[in-house]
């Protein structure tokens, strides 16, 4: 058993209130900006010779300085949202995610990963939390308190209306508000109910270590596979591509998907190499932590594909309003974009191509940190630019992002440590425990 640290509880409540203070001050600080302000912010942004859109919704209705100056002060007042939305999904997303790979490993029978399946089932655990941070989300931009989607604005699908947009009136049968809604309840739903009945199926293959048991978690895992190919890809619409609808891609959900799940592989490293170092997991050898480490480093690669895939296709097409998607991040997030591509691609190519390094737990545990960092700024270049455009470098700015960032921590670091500490970390009654115990990578 694992007991939840003290001092790592007071960190993660710590991190929680900094949090909620942090965004606090930069909220009030947001919502302090004037329109002398935002006018100026405007006029600085366009002296440096920087007019490039960051969204659609800037090339559409009239293009004077009043209706320039209307989307400024909207992306100026969505920095808190957006900062929320951001991490928010990241969070949500991983934790899918490693519910996911847990699901898959069931469905594959593999024997190695058995060591490792509580640490995924307690990551899984934040789903509800995070679910619920969502739906608050939901419910703000639907009521009209954010803009973080201007596709919501009834005016756009209005064709009497000086903003009618006829790209969004011909995808409103799917970007609306009630079906949006009903989507966002269907995946935050329906990813709840798999981490509750997974964990508890799991719970039940403990106590009877039956066949017929086993059988039924073995399908309850390829049904949540079933629902998470739905699901990640409806949600990497609705909650990311739509922010800016006039763009898509046919391998945004494969590059927003893998991201996440990169992401999830480094917080099941990081987690067990701290329980192995705790001494509550000492089944977790240098064996189990080479083929985390081969995952990390297999999905880091396949990041990087989808990332050059999408890339290429849209520079060699050269179309207008795709390539408009590219061109205001390298305009405005030329730091984070460029960044994120060192994180995410090169550092792994460069440390974990060997085998051997794979087995050292200080280089994979600090390997994590790398590119969860970089997926976490992977996707603020896929929220900021279409929300906030050009002004993110402001206190305000860092202050809700970071205030948010620090929240969500806080709060997935104490409710799956809670988790972890309640559970037994070995699941006994699983029939492939022995092959795992004995697990020992060839080369």
């Avoid at 067990?272 to 080479?290: E, I, M, R, S, T």
């Amino acid at each position: 058993m694992y007991s939840f640290s003290p001092k790592l509880r007071l960190y993660s409540i710590i991190l929680i209130v900094l949090g909620l203070v942090t965004f606090g001050i930069g909220y009030f600080m947001n919502h302090g900006i004037d329109q002398v302000r935002v006018e100026h912010m405007m006029e600085t942004v366009h002296a440096g010779g920087h007019n490039a859109p960051s969204n659609s919704s800037e090339m559409v209705g009239p293009q004077d300085h009043a209706s320039h100056l209307e989307h400024a002060t909207l992306q100026i007042h969505n920095q808190p949202l957006a900062a929320i939305h951001l991490i928010a999904i990241f969070a949500f997303a991983l934790s899918c995610c490693a519910l996911f790979f847990y699901s898959i490993q069931t469905a594959a029978h593999a024997g190695w990963s058995i060591i490792v399946l509580r640490v995924m089932e307690a990551i899984s655990s934040y789903i509800p939390y995070g679910g619920v941070i969502i739906l608050i989300l939901v419910a703000l931009n639907i009521s009209g308190a954010g803009h973080i989607f201007h596709w919501m604005d009834g005016s756009l699908t209005d064709p009497k209306s000086p903003n009618f947009d006829s790209i969004l009136y011909e995808k409103k049968r799917f970007l609306n508000i009630p079906f949006y809604a009903i989507r966002t309840l269907i995946y935050v739903g329906g990813a709840t109910f798999f981490a509750w009945k997974l964990k508890s199926m799991s719970k039940r293959v403990d106590e009877d270590r039956s066949r017929e048991t086993y059988q039924l978690y073995y399908k309850w895992n390829v049904a949540y596979i079933a629902f998470f190919g739905f699901a990640t890809a409806a949600w990497a619409w609705d909650w990311l591509m739509s922010i800016d609808p006039h763009w898509y891609s046919t391998m945004y959900i494969w590059y927003a998907m893998v991201s996440c799940w990169a992401s999830a592989i480094g917080v099941i490293i990081l987690i067990c190499v701290y329980l192995k170092k705790k001494g509550a997991l000492p089944q977790f050898n240098d064996n189990h932590l080479h083929d985390l480490g081969v995952f990390l480093f297999a999905l880091s690669m396949l990041w990087t594909y989808t990332w050059f895939a999408q890339f290429m296709l849209y520079w060699y097409a050269n179309i207008p309003e795709e390539v408009n998607y590219f061109f205001g991040r390298f305009q405005y997030y030329k730091l984070t974009f460029f960044t994120s591509l060192i994180l995410c691609f090169l550092v792994p190519l460069l440390v974990m191509v060997s085998s051997s390094i794979k087995r050292n737990y200080k280089v994979m545990a600090t390997m994590s940190v790398v590119v969860i960092v970089g997926h976490w700024m992977d996707f603020f270049n896929m929220v900021m630019p279409g929300t906030v455009g050009p002004f993110w470098k402001t206190p305000e700015v860092f202050l809700l992002v970071f205030g948010a960032m620090f929240f969500v921590v806080g709060l997935f670091i104490f409710v799956v440590m809670t988790r972890l500490s309640k559970a037994k970390l070995i699941p006994t009654g699983n029939p492939y425990l022995h092959e795992s115990e004995i697990y020992e990578y060839p080369f």
